[in-house]
């Protein structure tokens, strides 16, 4: 199955965010990230914003939570009309909990872990998520340069994750350049800000990115 692209706002325009959205219609989802100040050293945007992206976007809707308390907060955002919510391992402090409370709010529930946190760490998770998330940078910024261990960290999670029905993605560094090593070590789904939204034309990086990935 050819890997989905998933653009990150972050990098987009926040005065002008439906036409943005706009701009990566031909993208497979569009991947929202909520920063704190707390768990990351940078803030973005809150579930009132989320809230309005969720019910205007013509494409899935993918939270990435860089937050602390994800398990007061998650769940709220998973009633907010979002497809996918994802909170990060290291901040949850009941993960299985958050997980099922997350899916029955009827969103897909997802794990991230940052780079220094070992695969390992999931493996009492997996009959609790839909989607795992490697960050191949440390979460707060679009425009870091992808962490090169992160592939090995992949290939881990592909095998943790056997025939399981979850999916695998990637967060941080993606481009025309690192694409093609990602997915063939073994992610479904690719975020890719800067690259998307630093473009001329968003869409026409879409296609070289799909492209470089086969
Ligand atoms: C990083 C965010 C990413 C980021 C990716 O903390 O979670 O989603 O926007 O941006 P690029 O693709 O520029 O690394
Ligand atoms: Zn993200």
Redesign the pocket.
Same mark, same amino acid.
């Given at each position: 199955m050819p890997v989905e692209i998933a653009p *990150?706002i972050?990098?987009a325009d926040f005065a002008n965010l439906e036409r943005e959205l706009g701009r990566i219609a031909s993208a497979d989802w569009v =991947?929202l990230?909520v920063m704190d100040g707390h768990f990351?050293p940078n803030l973005s945007i809150g579930l009132p914003v989320i809230r309005r992206l969720a019910a205007i976007s013509p494409l899935p809707t993918d939270v =990435?939570l860089?937050i602390d308390n994800p398990d007061a907060f998650a769940p709220g955002y998973a009633g907010a009309g979002v497809d996918s919510v994802t909170f990060h391992l290291e901040a949850a402090r009941a993960p299985v909990r958050l997980a099922r409370a997350i899916r029955g709010e009827g969103a897909r529930a997802a794990v991230a872990i940052n780079p220094a946190t070992p695969v390992a760490a999931l493996e009492n998770l997996l009959e609790e998520v839909d989607m795992i998330l490697i960050m191949s940078?440390e979460? +707060?910024? +679009?425009?870091?340069s992808f962490i090169e261990r992160s592939l090995a960290k992949l290939a881990q999670a592909k095998a943790l994750i056997a025939d399981r029905p979850i999916r695998l993605q990637i967060?941080? +560094? $993606?481009d025309r350049r690192t694409i093609g090593r990602i997915a063939r070590a073994g992610a479904d789904l690719i975020?890719? +800000? *800067? $690259?998307v939204f630093g473009a001329e034309d968003p869409a026409a990086e879409i296609r070289a990115l799909r492209e470089a990935a086969r």
């Open positions: *990150s972050l990098t =991947h990230d990351v =990435h860089m940078v979460p +707060g910024f +679009g425009g870091q967060d941080g +560094g $993606a975020v890719a +800000g *800067s $690259a």
